[in-house]
């Protein structure tokens, strides 16, 4: 049994679902209800009405009427919202991946199991550094880019070599971010890597 003391300690997470198929942003949210407090958009308009700095994680449908998934990720970043999102679309990411600021990229359908993982991967995002969040979602859209074609179709294009040079450089930074950290003793409790 919970210690309800500790229930009232720390609030769960809050996780915004946003999609205009009503039963399927409903489904999501009763698939993580149990663990999160959820928000429910139908559709971009209502997802940039209803987002706040209480909102911990975003899932975010690509395409919608009205307004895309694509630009309600970049309107919120231009009104500072920082918060990792993760596209859930059943558009088969193309080489625009690269310019999304998503932290992970979903192919429908998504699975109670991986969207259960995704939310949690993006909450633990949440607290890293940005290095270490850069570096993730660089990964991610390789990893995305790379299951959407199949091993013949598969050609190096400029988005590979782009997005590999992001991995580099992303692992790079975060690499030297790990030193720092580890120089400025931040993992003091910590004897054994």
Known sequence: ????????????????????EQGLADLYALYLEEDYTIRIAYG????????????DAVLLDRR???????EV????????????VAMLTAVDPGEEIIGLDIDEYFVKPIYE???????EAL???????????EYFAAISKKAALDAS???KEHVPSD????????????????????????AKGAFAGFHNF
């Open 1 to 20: 049994m919970t210690d309800p003391t500790q229930e009232s300690e720390q609030e769960p997470a809050t996780i915004l679902v946003v999609d205009d």
């Open 44 to 55: 971009g308009q209502e997802a940039l009405r209803i987002i706040d700095d209480d909102v």
């Open 64 to 70: 919608m009427p009205g307004i895309s998934g694509d």
């Open 73 to 84: 990720l970049a309107t919120l970043r231009e009104r500072g919202y920082d918060q990792p």
């Open 113 to 119: 199991e991986q969207l259960r993982e995704a939310a």
């Open 123 to 133: 909450l633990a995002r949440r607290r890293y550094d940005e290095e270490f969040r």
């Open 149 to 151: 074609m199949s091993e």
């Open 159 to 182: 988005a590979d070599v782009i997005l590999e040079q992001e991995v580099t450089e992303a692992k790079d930074a975060a690499d030297s971010a790990l030193m720092e950290m580890m």
